[in-house]
C-alpha cells in the first residue's frame, strides 16, 4: 500500500509536466468536455415521447356525464349517441313522472334505461380511448400503476385508489377519516362530501408512482368534475322536489278504496303552476289552521280529495255531495263507501277547497275541521307508481 503512494505522486508530476509543455492542452480538454455534454443532451431530446389518450381518463369524466369520455377519445359519433340517448331516456322518465298517461312501469323503464346506459358508457369510454391509441402508448401505460384508474377507485370507495399503489396505511386512514367526514357532512351540510372527494382525487393522483402529464391541470379538472357531479344530485333532487314531483306512501284507509295502505304515490306540482285545482283532484296538503286548532296533534300532511271548489255551496246529505243544490256523481265512491253523515249546507271561502275522503264515513277531513286553504296545497297526487300490479293514474273522471 505504501509503495503505491510514491507511483502516484510521480504521475501527478509528470502531469503538471505536460502541461507546462501544452497549454492548449487544458482547453482542449474543456472543449471535449462541453462537446460531450451537448451532444448527450440532444441525445435525450431526440427520444421521442409517446402520447396518448388516457383510457381511465376517459372513463372519470363519462363518468360524470355519457358521451363525453368518448368525445376525450375522439369518438365523437359514439359519444354524441351515448349522450342524446341518456338525456331521452332522463325524458322518459320525467314524462312519466308528471304526465297522466304514465305510470310506475314507464316511470322504471326511464329510470332502468338512464341506468344501463350510463353503466355501458364507461365500458366503451375505456374502449374508444385504447383503440385511439398506439400500441407503444399502450405497453407505456401498462408497464406501471395507472393514476387516473386510482382516482377512479378512490372515486368509489375513498383509500382505495392508495390501496392499488400498495400504500395500504394512507389508504385505510382515508377511509376511516371519510366515514368521518361524510358523517359530519350529514349533520351539517352535504356539500361538504363532494369537496372531500375532489380533495381525495387529488390526493390520490399525486400519490401515483408515475403519472404521464407534465401539468396538473387535468387533474383539477378532474377534481371540478368530482365537485360538480357530487352537488348536482343534491341540487336537481331538491329542485325536483320543490317545482316538478315528488313520492308520497299512504299510511291510513282514508283514501279507500282508491289509495290503499303502503300505496306508493307520485304528487306533481307542475299543473298548478298555471291552473288552479280541479274538482275531483287528489291533492296533498299541509294541515290549514282550521285543524290545527281542532287537533294540535296532526302535523303531517294529508291528501284528500277535492269536492267543493271556491263560491260554491256544499251540502251533504242522503248518503251523496250536492254542489249548489245539485247531486255530484261520484263514481269512484262505491255503494258502501257512501257518507251516513249529513252536512252542510255552506259556501266554501274564496281561494279554498273542501276536501273529503274517499273512505267517507273514516276520514278526517273538511266535514270534521273546514276548508283547506290554496296556499295549503302542495301538489295533486297524479298516479299509483307502487306496488306494479297497482300502478295507474289517478286522474278523475268526474267532467
Not at 369524466?61 to 369520455?69: E, K, M, V
Not at 299512504?250 to 289509495?259: G, K, N, Q, V, W
Not at 274517499?358 to 276548508?371: A, I, K, L, Q, T
Request: proline share 6%; aromatic share 10%; glycine share 6%.
Amino acid at each position: 500500500m505504501l509503495g503505491v503512494l510514491p507511483c502516484l505522486l510521480l504521475s501527478r508530476l509528470d502531469y503538471l509536466k505536460a502541461l507546462r509543455k501544452n497549454p492548449d492542452f487544458i482547453k482542449k480538454t474543456k472543449l471535449f468536455l462541453l462537446t460531450s455534454k451537448t451532444m448527450s443532451a440532444s441525445s435525450e431530446a431526440s427520444v421521442p415521447t409517446v402520447k396518448g389518450k388516457e383510457p381511465w381518463l376517459a372513463v372519470l369524466l363519462s363518468h360524470a356525464l355519457p358521451g363525453i369520455g368518448q368525445f376525450y377519445a375522439g369518438a365523437r359519433v359514439r359519444g354524441l349517441v351515448f349522450l342524446l340517448a341518456y338525456i331521452l331516456s332522463i325524458g322518459i322518465f320525467l314524462w312519466a313522472l308528471i304526465s297522466d298517461a304514465g305510470n310506475g312501469l314507464t316511470i322504471l323503464v326511464g329510470i332502468g334505461a338512464a341506468l344501463l346506459l350510463w353503466f355501458v358508457n364507461l365500458f366503451d369510454a375505456h374502449a374508444s380511448a385504447k383503440r385511439a391509441n398506439a400500441t407503444a402508448f399502450e405497453q407505456q401505460r401498462k408497464g406501471v400503476k395507472d393514476p387516473w384508474l386510482g382516482v377512479f377507485l378512490s372515486n368509489l370507495i375513498p383509500g382505495l385508489g392508495h390501496l392499488y399503489f400498495r400504500k395500504i396505511l394512507i389508504g385505510l386512514g382515508l377511509f376511516i377519516l371519510s366515514i368521518i367526514i361524510i358523517a359530519i357532512s350529514e349533520l351539517v351540510n352535504p356539500v361538504l362530501t363532494p369537496l372531500w372527494f375532489a380533495v381525495i382525487a387529488y390526493i390520490t393522483y399525486t400519490a401515483a408512482p408515475a403519472r404521464r402529464e407534465r401539468s396538473k391541470k387535468t387533474i383539477a379538472l378532474i377534481c371540478l368534475f368530482v365537485v360538480l357531479t357530487g352537488l348536482l344530485p343534491f341540487a336537481s333532487a331538491s329542485k325536483l322536489q320543490r317545482n316538478i314531483a315528488e313520492a308520497r306512501y299512504i299510511p291510513s284507509e282514508a283514501m279507500l278504496p282508491t289509495l290503499a295502505v303502503n300505496d306508493r304515490l307520485v304528487v306533481e306540482k307542475v299543473t298548478y303552476q298555471t291552473q288552479s285545482p280541479q274538482r275531483g283532484d287528489v291533492v296533498v296538503f299541509s294541515p290549514p289552521e282550521g285543524l290545527k286548532q281542532a287537533n294540535p296533534a296532526v302535523t303531517d300532511d294529508l291528501i284528500k280529495r277535492i269536492v267543493g271548489l271556491p263560491r260554491e255551496q256544499v251540502q251533504v246529505k242522503d248518503q251523496k255531495v250536492y254542489i249548489n243544490g245539485q247531486p255530484l256523481e261520484e263514481n269512484y265512491i262505491p255503494a258502501d263507501y257512501a257518507p251516513t253523515y249529513e252536512w252542510g249546507p255552506e259556501v266554501v271561502p274564496e281561494n279554498s277547497y273542501f276536501v273529503l275522503g274517499d273512505n267517507r264515513n273514516n276520514s278526517y277531513d273538511s266535514h270534521f275541521w273546514g276548508y283547506v286553504p290554496r296556499e295549503n296545497i302542495i301538489g295533486r297526487a297524479s298516479k299509483i307508481f307502487w306496488p306494479l300490479h297497482r300502478s295507474r293514474s289517478l286522474k278523475s273522471s268526474l267532467e
